[in-house]
């Protein structure tokens, strides 16, 4: 079974990604028919959604052989990554851990529960990847682990603990959140820039030593360059809101402005 995530970050190739909120699959499809894109990410932490409408994005996904992830909410993330796996969702990105032991906790549920996996994960009777039907219940173990699971680093603690976080067997990879760990630091990300970077720079020379790939968030294709040139080559290009923010913002004041109307 196919998982082109999966498939790029074994075989280490460059893996780009953008984020969305809609749960309309024609979202999901543009994005898609770019065949530009490894997979999508749904922001499931933000948006509002239902498990159908997890199914549907998955479903337009594998139209275009696309992987999907989402990104869940800390309070009940159990529930909401195993809903995601089971209607055909490839990946889970975690948020606000913040110690290898909370890690390793959280992965157990995304885990099977076989004695060799000793995970929590049973048999889900779902839909699953195009609604595969497996032959066996050790089949379905062996697929789900290929799922891919990435945890947020956001929290100081966890840039604090970000050696041990890496080498949780199961992380696939990373990505460090400035605007929560400004906050939970006691500033403003624009107040100090260079605190916030080095963090980055910290959190991403980590993941690479212990073979974890980092990813990051670009706005526009012009921030890679600094990047690339540490290592990276995962990244998740643009957000579906801020995109549309920002272009009706810009297009918009500059139409006012040949109007004489600007704002």
Same mark, same amino acid.
């Given at each position: @079974? ?23 699959? @024609? ?20 948006? +509002? ?62 885990? +099977?529960?076989? +004695? ?35 945890? @947020? ?24 959140? +400035? ?85």
């Amino acid at each position: @079974m196919k998982n082109r995530f999966r498939e790029k970050l074994t075989n280490k190739q460059p893996i780009m990604a953008t984020r969305i909120n809609s749960t309309w699959p @024609m979202v999901a499809e543009v994005v898609g028919a770019t065949g530009l894109y490894d997979y999508v990410e749904f922001l499931g932490e933000y948006a +509002p959604y239902s498990q159908v409408d997890l199914e549907n994005i998955a479903r337009a996904c594998e139209l275009h052989d696309m992987s999907c992830i989402i990104k869940v909410d800390y309070a009940n993330r159990a529930y909401v990554a195993q809903k995601a796996l089971a209607s055909g969702f490839q990946g889970i990105l975690f948020t606000d851990h913040t110690t290898a032991k909370e890690v390793e906790d959280t992965l157990k549920n995304v885990i +099977p529960a076989t +004695p060799q996996l000793q995970g929590r994960l049973g048999f889900v009777n779902r839909r699953f990847y195009k609604n595969e039907h497996f032959a066996n219940q050790m089949t379905y173990a062996s697929e789900v682990t290929k799922c891919v699971m990435g945890f @947020m680093i956001e929290k100081v603690d966890a840039v604090k603990n970000i050696e041990e976080i890496c080498q949780v067997p199961g992380v696939d990879f990373i990505q460090f959140g +400035p605007a929560d760990f400004s906050m939970n630091s006691g500033f403003n990300a624009k107040e100090e820039v260079e605190k916030v970077r080095e963090a980055e720079e910290k959190v991403i020379r980590t993941a690479l030593k212990y073979g974890v790939s980092p990813r990051v968030e670009l706005n526009s294709s012009d921030e890679a360059e600094r990047y690339i040139k540490m290592g990276v080559t995962h990244f998740a290009l643009g957000s579906e809101l801020r995109i549309e923010r920002v272009y009706w913002t810009e297009q918009g004041n500059d139409l006012l402005e040949q109007l004489g109307q600007q704002k």
